[in-house]
């Protein structure tokens, strides 16, 4: 299993970032995928998971109606919206097979004007 995470940044506050992960090494379209953050000092948590075919998705409450979890089965790519950003979603975002059986080495999201 593979999964290599991208797009992370420093963006001002209220800004957007897109996080994508491209998976190898799995039936990519059979699993639910996720992505956590952990951000320095702080436990890794859950941000978002959407299931096998991407038509259902849970949100941490933190970022419900900020973020959007989504996926290309036919890219074996998930991918991860954020917009409205704030300084506390500053982390190490990490993409995940299911609710973490594989992990990704992690983006950095810096949000800080």
């Known amino acids: 299993v593979q999964l290599v995470e991208s797009g992370g940044g420093l963006v001002q506050p209220g800004g957007s970032l897109t996080l994508s992960c491209e998976a190898s090494g799995f039936t990519f379209s059979s699993y639910a995928m996720s992505w956590y953050r952990q951000a320095p000092g702080k436990e890794r948590e859950l941000v978002a998971t959407t299931d096998s075919r991407g038509g259902r998705a849970q949100y941490a409450d933190s970022v419900k109606d900020r973020f959007t979890i989504s996926r290309d089965n036919a890219k074996n790519t998930l991918y991860l919206q954020m917009s409205m950003l704030k300084p506390e979603d500053t982390a190490v975002y990490y993409c995940?097979?299911?609710?973490?059986?594989?992990w990704g080495q992690g983006t950095q999201v810096t949000v800080s004007s």
């Open positions: 995940a097979k299911a609710l973490g059986t594989s």
